[in-house]
């Protein structure tokens, strides 16, 4: 008989795993000790966004020392079980040119897309996670997915550009559904086959891209455009049917979870996004580990964020405003507060992510995940210094550990950084004066 | 009903001699709008056209509110995959529940020849009938030829010829020529410029007064021409008019100008305010729609009136935060506020109190510019970016309720420019709390209800709503957004010409909405259209 690691995998998804010796286990690493997937390709690098509003208080979360090394700050502490899996970049530059200052959204769309924005709530390209999905996420069922922990519809940060936002899912049962409702099946189920439905569903879909002609006929150029996207849509269903005909290549050991029971209440209150946060980012991290995205886009609030603790009749975004700053401490304590939240929204969805094993080591290590944010200081909603991190290994060519300290650098320089991490093949990034041509070299492997 | 309605569609279908379709190839025609069916409209059609009983379940993409309405991103938005996927979904759904053996009989106007093999000519009249439904016009001769052989294919590896019929109608319920609604406009005969084809015409009245899809007389109307004479058209909109569906379409207009929409994204602290739970939210928008058009349509009243007005209709949760007895029945009652409780109309109603205001903090200034924005047509511009608000927080020190706060904060130079026209608004509503309910008192300290405005001094809700009653700027805004509502525009940047026969009709009135609505579409400019920059005759 022949042994094909298809075969051999599945048998570690149904018990045989511990009865199976380490060394016959290195048939599925390569020359260097990676982790290869069943079809012998490379675990795929995963990319994540992680998008929280408001920022974090300059004199609590920078390090004091650049480079490795740094002193964990009070802001950071959340994240000090990742340090090492993790770099944060201050003191970057959000140059407008010629744009005004869109409060809550220039901060997010520069980090987004290396673009100061023209219109205030667009960006003026797709953003980055898009971007780097347009490249690695052929073969994944989902291009990205995203999810919204407040519930709010409207508040995802992933986008095709302009007015194009990627919906999120803005429940853990919606987003379950998604991922593994209909239409899933099971990698590691025994008796996987292609499901004929899908083929059934592809000729319908030909169809309707068949109309493409005479839909385009007379348009004028704004909705061309739109029309356009229309079928481009189509296009990417068509292509998500012809990946599900493949049976997904499972590398991690994970177990689909059963869906949640009840929709829980999601809102703004903290204590219930604390609830959310765990949940969606869990599933998000399974669905990455089988490959059902290679892109997954989480946000715990709006860019001014409406995030509020219970009994604070203000919350977080009308504090940051209204709160005086202490003359003692000198910044706002009960901002510094809502700051720290985010960082701990942040650490839940690097433990889940931390918390698979797959191949040579965790999801997070195959996965860059890209952190930010719209305001540095947003009481003034000041931009520069805008507070990023990046965490995971990229499959190893990510180094960790580094505090980038402010040299004045441009935002977009990170996001060029992260596509060099990712393997894509891009000179440059960002616009005018965020134009950049410079990675921060000594963070790659 | 329906039996009727199909033989309608039927002579269309068959006499049409394909009217709508051939406009876009016909020369010189242009597509002048695009709009993405909402939500609303999406499931309203569907029902119409297939029964009340066909489930539709999924997901749509958000709009984005521009120029005070979300309808005017319908002109600008796309469908993203994710959303495609979700229209694709449903489209098979609903073409699964339409064909299957219990809704068939009911919703297949023909009988194949044999159910377990094709029937061309069969599939060829339903997928006809629905295609002109779904599309608001005939389809071509190749939409209809594509589909059809679909659907044999279909039939003939499957053994059966609905499951045929169903991909055939799944394509259709999923195409842009659904999805979107196309605006065709075609030189006009006797003027310079662009005229709406008579689908197009028949398409916006629809969707304004029904917010749904024509329905076959207004289809039939169009295909024979008659919507386009003044006698044809006046003939249609009376019927719509006069119909209860129009209810419906003002509903969908009212929620989207009131901003109802905005109980989504907010949430309130359970920790002071208990009172406010999950169904609250619900019941506080419907309160408003129900008085909105208990005003506007059902009494044919002034539309002032719902500025001022101390009549409303309450359900059993809304009236523990209003603090009166609720010993009605059914679910909702008229009620009428004394006139000690301070009450006017929209402007005290739980919905526009709790929808601007922090979770736990009435906010004058957040009141403030959403009335200005929803009832005068007057935006905010943005604070400048460097602005202390910490005076308005400080509740410690000595300014113990928020109008000395706002005060102190106002006395800014640059900030009292927009302070000065907002905050009168809000602090004259601040004798209501964060949910909409009565209060006296801030910290302690006795509440002043007392503003002045254009340099008229009023006092509380009541001071506020005759203030407003008075001003032409509530008419004149509500002229403005309704004809932006009906075409998909920037309410912002539309000229005031533009809906001046409405807003005349309007006037002359006194105030009545339906005056409004029959002034706007039946002005002679109503269905005019400017050619698209950039156009190409061929994709």
Known sequence: MKLDRRFLLRGMFHGSAATMMVPFLDCFLDSKGKALAATGQKVPTRFNTFFFGCGLTKQLWVPKTAGQNYETTAQLKPLEAFKSKLNVFSGLRIPFDDNPNYQHWSGVAAAATGISPTRNGQFDSKTIDQQIADVISRGARYKSVAAAASGNPKESYSSLGGLNTLPPETTPLALYTRLFGPGFQDPSSGDWKPDPAIMVQQSVLSVVADDRKRAMMNLGSGDKARMDQYFTSVREVELQMATQLQRPELTAKVEIPAAPTDDMLVNNALPNIRKVVPLMSKLGAIALATDQTRVFNLSVSEPASQIFIPGDSLGYHQSTHEEPIDPVLGYQPRVAQYNVHSMELFAMLLGELDGIQEGDGTLLDHSLVYAFTDQSFAKIHAVDGLPILVAGGASGRMKGGFHVAGDNSTVSRVGLTVQKAMGISVDGWGLNSMETKSPFTELLA | ?539
């Not at chain 2, 901003?259 to 408003?288: C, H, R």
């Not at chain 2, 909105?292 to 009236?319: F, G, H, Q, Y």
């Open chain 2, 1 to 539: 009903m329906r039996t009727k309605v199909i033989l309608v569609l039927a002579s269309v279908v068959a006499c049409g001699a394909w009217v709508g379709a051939a406009a876009l190839e016909a020369s010189g025609s242009q597509v002048v709008g695009l709009r993405r069916l909402t939500e609303n409209e999406y499931r309203n059609s569907i029902a119409d056209i297939l029964g009340k009983n066909i489930q539709v379940q999924g997901t749509f993409e958000p709009g984005v509110r521009i120029g005070g309405l979300t309808a005017a991103s319908t002109a600008v938005l796309s469908i993203t995959p994710a959303g495609f996927e979700s229209f694709s979904k449903m489209a098979d759904s609903i073409a699964a529940q339409a064909t299957s053996a219990e809704h068939r009989k009911r919703l297949i106007s023909c009988q194949p020849k044999s159910e377990k093999a094709p029937d061309d000519s069969c599939a060829t009249q339903v997928l006809s009938q629905y295609g002109l439904q779904l599309f608001r016009r005939p389809l071509t001769a190749e939409e209809l030829r594509s589909r059809v052989s679909l659907a044999r294919t279909m039939a003939k590896s499957s053994g059966d010829f609905y499951a045929g019929l169903r991909y055939g109608m799944a394509t259709l319920l999923q195409s842009p020529e659904f999805l979107f609604r196309k605006e065709i406009a075609v030189p006009a005969a006797d003027k310079d410029g662009y005229v709406l084809d008579p689908y197009s015409r028949a398409a916006r009245l629809s969707y304004l007064m029904w917010d749904t899809t024509p329905d076959a007389e207004l289809l039939q109307s169009a295909q024979s021409g008659e919507l386009t004479t003044p006698a044809g058209l006046e003939k249609q909109v009376d019927r719509l008019m006069a119909s209860p569906r129009l209810e419906t379409g003002m509903r969908a207009f009212f929620t989207d100008m009131f901003m109802l929409d905005t109980f989504n994204v907010i949430s309130k602290d359970s920790l002071f305010y208990p009172k406010w739970a999950g169904p609250m939210a619900a019941a506080a928008q419907e309160e408003t729609l129900r008085s909105t058009l208990d005003v506007a349509l059902t009494k044919n009243d002034d539309m002032r009136e719902l500025l001022v007005t101390r009549k409303t209709l309450i359900n059993r949760s809304l009236a523990s935060i209003y603090g009166v007895p609720f010993s009605f029945n059914g679910e909702w009652a008229p009620h009428e506020f004394g006139p000690e409780t301070g009450r006017s109309g929209l402007l005290t109603q739980i919905s526009m109190l709790a929808m601007f205001s922090h979770p736990g903090r009435s906010s004058p200034t957040k009141r403030g510019v959403a009335m200005n924005e929803i009832l005068l047509c007057e935006p905010t511009p943005t604070p400048p970016n460097n602005v202390d608000f910490s005076e308005v927080n400080d509740t410690g020190g000595p300014r113990k309720t928020v109008r000395e706060r706002l005060m102190a904060h106002a006395a800014d130079k640059t900030c009292a420019s927009c302070h000065n026209a907002v905050d009168p608004i809000g602090l004259s509503l601040e004798g209501f709390d964060t949910i909409g309910g009565r209060r006296d008192r801030e910290n302690g300290e006795m509440i002043d209800v007392s503003a002045t405005l254009a340099g008229k001094s009023f006092h509380g809700a009541e001071g506020l709503g005759k203030f407003l009653y008075n001003s032409p700027k509530f008419p004149s805004c509500v002229a403005r957004k309704l004809y932006s509502y009906a075409n998909g525009l920037n309410a912002e940047e539309v000229e005031t010409s533009a809906f001046k026969g409405g807003l005349e009709a309007f006037q002359k009135s006194g105030y009545r909405l339906r005056a409004l609505l029959k002034g706007l579409v039946t002005d002679p400019k109503f269905f005019n259209a400017s050619a698209p920059e950039a156009n190409h005759t061929s994709p």
